[in-house]
């Protein structure tokens, strides 16, 4: 068996983080830190790491804050196009209004996609 706790370095560790977390929040980190033997400090360490590095690496791994923005960015997008497609219907500019109709589903389809995926209060 592995040991739970990080191993010793040198000069020791200098900062310490806080986190507040409700009971089922609790529950699903010292059930995962359980599974890997280890202590829910060491694991959410370990994990909130692992993340940064990940992204650092590929820009790929996303947090439930990252896609709230990316859902808030898509949502004004999607309310600049359909303004912008109002204003080309008044106009009668139709193959316009044909493409922002499949352009607004593409943002409709990347929206509930990111969605799916879970975002956390």
Known sequence: MS???QPNVDGGRTRRREVW???EQDGVLQQAADRDGITVARFL???GIAVARAEDA???VETPTQRRAQLAELFALRHTLAATALDAKRMGEEQFLA???RVVGRIDGLIDGI???GVEA
Do not use: N
């Open 3 to 5: 040991r739970r706790r």
């Open 21 to 23: 977390v409700t009971p």
């Open 45 to 47: 360490a370990e994990a």
């Open 58 to 60: 590929a820009g790929m």
């Open 99 to 101: 493409e922002s109709r």
């Open 115 to 117: 969605a799916a995926q």
